[in-house]
């Protein structure tokens, strides 16, 4: 916390004030990278749904390697099971979820098959970038077609991802 202070130009008990622990300031940063990712990934109506499924995985492998440590810290170190960091990593991926199921105007049984679907690829993708983080054994490219097969599967013949897209 000190060297956040000094880094910052601040004193610690300022730093202490706004972020009682060490907890408190790693949530409000991953909070705030998590805001960022979601930024990155808006929906573009005009794509067919493939194109903006591999430009949102592209801008979570952006997010994921810019924010390394992080993302790292919060999915394997002493803070992967704490419930605010959890509720921060759920919030992202349940907004990423309805973000997938709106581009693709599902509604009804359709859309909760697909939500079904996407609720354990995001999981799925969030695993595999962590791994690919920590582990630096797959290049990039086979991380994203990976992901891509994986949505393949697991949305079936539920969702056409090459589809044009839907007028609204």
Request: with cysteine; hydrophobic share 50%; proline share 4%.
């Amino acid at each position: 916390m000190a060297e956040i202070a000094n880094h910052a130009g601040v004193s610690r008990a300022l730093v202490y004030r706004y972020f009682p622990t060490k907890r408190d300031l790693f949530a409000a940063i991953y909070q705030r990278a998590s805001d960022r990712l979601l930024e990155a990934t808006t929906i573009q109506p005009e794509l067919p749904l493939a194109e903006q499924v591999v430009a949102g995985l592209e801008a979570h492998f952006d997010f994921f390697v810019a924010n390394a440590r992080t993302v790292v810290e919060a999915n394997r170190g002493a803070l992967a099971g704490d419930p605010v960091i959890q509720d921060i990593i759920n919030a992202e991926l349940a907004s990423l979820r309805r973000r997938l199921l709106d581009a693709a105007s599902l509604h009804g049984h359709a859309r909760a098959v697909a939500s079904t679907a996407l609720h354990g690829w995001l999981a799925f993708v969030r695993v595999v970038c962590v791994d690919w983080l920590a582990d630096n054994k797959l290049s990039r490219r086979e991380v994203r077609d990976m992901c891509l097969r994986a949505l393949v599967s697991a949305l079936g013949t539920s969702v056409d991802l090459d589809a044009p897209p839907r007028r609204r």
